[in-house]
């Protein structure tokens, strides 16, 4: 009898590398669970390792002649009981089940000892992702990619981490935390928002009216001399009247603008005045072929502050689509609103590292004009290490 054995991740795998070389005729002879070989044995991985027997002469995919099996009916400790594979597999139903396996506390412990020792050996090397093996590092990169974060940028935050903490313990855990936190601060550029015109463009719904409407508000009260406004959104029925009636109430003068060019008859006949809120139409990032003016016009007035409105509730995906279409109008700063209704920030820094352009204000809630901060490097940085709102 010829015998070999196999190993593979599963214990099906295994079969079916002993069918396919050896055909239906094979059998197990024995099984087991052994460590995994190489790197992934020393961090616990198991793999199955099946010896299976063939009666009969010749190798294996090869031409045999083959002999009825023999079946040994009882198996003891002399006499190894010899079993087709499909019999083998029904014992072994619930090993071909995956079952969740918990490490438990001692060998958790021993889990962490072995990652930091491994990642000891390893750092002078330093291949790309080593960091995630030593904890509490990998535990800091898993979270910040659970706020969303993009995980290039998560990792490269840790691997500053890495060489901060050559040998970090879970001890440290506030301690490197904070340090991501100061790297976080140092990724995010934040600049003053100084032009006494803003425009606030974006998709629907995000919030461009309460945005304008929270500022108009504050400069009031600021006392920050002259605030007018100025609504282009004609194209929804009362789309002017919710800035219209917001501008009543605070008796603030707004006009309505159908066109760039009344827009443009407005800024010349108000160039007294301290501040210019202009509030425009929410469109889809889709559908921004009915802007080409408005973006021809912003294009050439480099003194109007261009606001690109958007919400953080709004996922990954779609983001970064609105966030480039939107590009037509080469904002100036990005403003996230609705940090109130969203669990993940994480979108916010990458829309902001990979388009490089500055945040101006968070949203944070509907009460005007209360909820809007100023977006500062800080204010990121907790958000992102999972301080919330
Ligand atoms: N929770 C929360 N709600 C907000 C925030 N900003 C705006 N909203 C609400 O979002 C809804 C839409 O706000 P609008 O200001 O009308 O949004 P818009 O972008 O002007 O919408 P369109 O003009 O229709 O495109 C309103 O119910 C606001 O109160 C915010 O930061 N947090
Ligand atoms: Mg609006």
């Known amino acids: ?161 890495g060489t901060q903490f050559p040998a970090p313990v879970p001890g440290q855990t506030g301690e490197i935390e904070a340090y991501v936190g100061s ?14 015109i803003k425009i606030f463009v974006g998709p629907t719904g995000v919030g461009k009216t309460t945005t304008a409407a929270k500022l108009a508000a504050r400069a009031l009260v600021n ?40 827009m443009d008859r407005v800024l010349v006949d108000w160039q007294s005045f301290d501040t210019i809120l202009i509030d425009t139409v929410g469109k889809s990032q889709r559908q921004l072929e009915e802007f080409a003016d408005l973006a021809a016009y912003l294009k050439g007035r480099e003194d109007i502050e261009k606001h690109l409105i958007v919400s953080a509730t709004t996922k990954p995906l779609d983001l970064r689509e609105i966030v480039d279409k939107f590009g037509i109008f080469f904002p100036d700063f990005i403003c996230f609103t609705k940090l109130d209704e969203t669990t993940t920030y994480g979108p916010i820094l990458n ?5 490089g352009k500055p945040l101006s204000y968070f949203g944070v809630g509907q009460r005007v004009p209360e909820d809007l901060e100023l977006a500062t490097k800080k204010r990121v940085s907790e958000l992102i290490m999972g301080g919330g709102m």
């Open 1 to 161: 009898m010829r015998m070999k054995t196999y190993r593979a991740k599963t214990f099906k795998g295994a079969l079916e590398q002993i069918k396919s070389e050896w055909g239906a005729e094979a059998f197990v002879l024995s099984s087991k669970q052994v460590k995994s070989p190489g790197i992934s044995g020393v961090l616990g991985r198991r793999v199955f390792e099946v010896t299976a027997g063939l009666e009969g002469v010749g190798e294996p995919g090869g031409a045999v002649r083959k002999e009825p099996p023999v079946r040994a009916p009882v198996a003891s400790p002399t006499t190894r009981a010899i079993k087709r594979p499909e019999e083998v597999a029904r014992e072994y139903t619930s090993l071909l089940t995956p079952q969740p396996s918990v490490p438990n506390a001692q060998e958790r412990r021993e889990l962490a000892d072995l990652r930091r020792w491994i990642y000891g050996l390893t750092r002078l090397s330093q291949p790309p992702d080593v960091f995630l093996m030593a904890e509490p590092l990998g535990e800091i990169y898993e979270s910040l990619c659970a706020n969303d974060l993009d995980p290039a940028i998560a990792k490269m935050l840790l691997n500053s981490a």
């Open 183 to 196: 790297l976080v601060e140092k990724l995010v550029t934040v600049k003053a928002t100084t032009r006494k």
């Open 223 to 262: 006392r920050e001399g002259k605030v007018g406004l100025i609504t282009m959104d004609t194209f929804r029925i009362g789309g002017a009247q919710q800035l219209r009636t917001f501008a009543e109430i605070m008796s603030i003068p707004v006009k309505v603008a159908r066109s760039v060019a009344e």
């Open 351 to 355: 829309e902001h590292n990979r388009t």
